[in-house]
C-alpha cells in the first residue's frame, strides 16, 4: 500500500511512498482508515521540528473502521467505527505509566513518528488504545477527537476554569475553537482572538457563542489560552492574563521562544499545559461530543486524497481552513 512517508532526517524529506502492511500481533486490530486529521505536529514532524525515527508512515489524527482483529482482541470491535489513542507502546513500568500518564512515559512510541502512522489505507493499533465513535458524529468529523481529547488534558484534567470566568482563547485555529467549545461548555465567557486575516474562523468562533477580537484585548482575563503556537501570540497571552491568572499553553511552537518570566512572577501567574492525551482525556472528549456539548460537525473545511498531501499540509494553518483531512 501507499502510505504518506517520513523518508529521512532533515526537512524536504516526506514522500508518498509504498509501505509494506504491519504484521498484525496479538492485542492489535488493523483499522481501516477513513480519514486522518492533518495536525500542526505533522508540519514539525516534516522540518524535523518534533521528534521522529524515519522511515515512517505520517499520521495520528486517524478515524476508521475495525478491518481485522488479532488473536487474544474482543471479537465485537470487528467492523466498529473507532478512533484511537496516539501511543504506540509505552513501558507500562514507569511512574507515570502507573499512573495513568502514559502520554509522560520517556519510551512512549507514537503513531505517526516513531510508528507508523493513519497516511495510508490501514494502520495498526493495540486494542486497548480504541475508543468508539460516537453515533451521532460522521467518520471524517471523527478526526477532530484526538485534537479534542489533547484540549481536554490541557483545559480540564485538572480544570483550569470555573463558571462565570473570564476566558481568552489566542489563535482561532482548530485547537483554538476546539478549547473556545470546552470553555464554553465549562459556563465561561470566552473571546476568542486572531488577526483580521483570520475572518472567517473567528466567524466560525462567534456562531459558537464566544465574542471575537483582532486587536489588543480590552480586559485581563482569568483564564488565557494559547493555541497559535506563534510567538507573537504567546507574548499577548502573557500580556492578556490578569494578576493571580492562569496562563494555559496549548499550541505548539515547534522552535525555542523568548518568554517574559518577570511578567510570570510580577502577576503571579500559574501557568500549566499539557501533552497528548490520557484514557480519562479521551473518555472526556467522547463525553462532550455525545452529549451534544462540543459539535464537530463542519470544522473539517477541506478533505483531500493523499497524493495531494503537499496542497493539503500547505493549506494547515491558512485562513480559509480549519481542519484538513487526507483520505487515502
Known amino acids: 500500500m501507499i502510505g504518506l512517508t517520513k523518508t529521512g532526517p532533515g526537512p ?11 504484521p498484525l500481533e496479538p492485542g492489535q486490530v488493523r483499522i481501516q482508515v477513513h480519514a486522518t486529521g492533518v495536525c500542526g505536529t505533522d508540519l514539525h514532524i516534516a522540518s524535523d521540528e518534533y521528534g521522529n525515527e524515519p522511515p515512517v508512515t505520517m499520521g495520528h489524527e486517524i478515524s476508521g473502521a475495525v478491518l481485522e482483529c488479532g488473536a487474544g482482541v474482543d471479537p465485537s470491535w470487528a467492523g466498529q467505527r473507532v478512533v484511537c ?5 509505552t513501558c507500562e513500568r514507569c511512574s507515570q505509566c502507573r499512573d495513568g500518564r502514559r502520554n509522560l512515559c520517556r519510551a512512549r512510541r507514537s503513531l505517526g513518528s516513531f510508528e507508523d502512522g493513519g497516511f495510508a489505507a490501514t494502520v495498526v493499533v493495540p486494542e486497548q488504545n480504541l475508543h468508539r465513535i460516537p453515533d451521532t458524529v460522521m467518520s471524517l468529523d ?3 477527537l484526538e485534537p479534542l481529547a489533547c484540549v481536554a488534558q490541557c483545559l480540564l484534567d485538572p480544570a483550569r476554569m470555573s463558571p462565570g470566568d ?3 482563547v489566542v489563535g482561532p485555529g482548530t485547537m483554538g475553537l476546539l478549547s473556545a467549545q470546552v470553555a464554553l461548555a465549562a459556563g465561561a465567557n470566552v473571546t476568542c482572538a486572531g488577526l483580521a486575516s483570520d475572518s472567517v474562523r473567528l466567524g ?3 456562531a459558537l457563542g464566544a465574542a471575537v477580537t483582532t486587536g489588543p484585548a480590552a480586559e485581563e482575563f482569568d483564564v488565557v489560552v494559547e493555541c497559535s503556537g506563534a510567538a507573537g501570540g504567546i507574548a499577548t497571552a502573557f500580556r492578556s492574563a490578569r494578576r493571580g491568572g492562569t496562563y494555559v499553553q496549548v499550541g505548539i511552537h515547534g522552535a525555542r521562544v523568548e518568554v517574559d518570566f518577570d511578567t510570570i512572577l510580577y502577576k503571579e501567574l500559574e501557568v500549566s499545559s499539557g501533552f497528548a492525551s490520557t484514557a480519562a482525556s479521551w473518555r472526556r472528549a467522547t463525553a462532550l461530543v455525545g452529549s451534544g456539548a462540543v459539535d464537530l460537525a463542519g470544522m473539517v473545511t477541506h478533505a483531500l486524497p493523499l497524493e495531494q498531501w503537499e496542497e493539503a499540509f500547505a493549506l494547515v494553518g491558512s485562513p480559509e481552513a480549519v481542519k484538513v483531512a487526507l483520505q487515502p
Do not use: K, W
Open 204 to 206: 466560525r468562533a462567534e
Open 12 to 22: 524536504g524529506t516526506v514522500q508518498v511512498t509504498e509501505r509494506e502492511p504491519r
Open 142 to 144: 471523527a478526526v477532530l
Open 85 to 89: 489513542e496516539t501511543y504506540f507502546s
Open 166 to 168: 473570564s476566558v481568552l
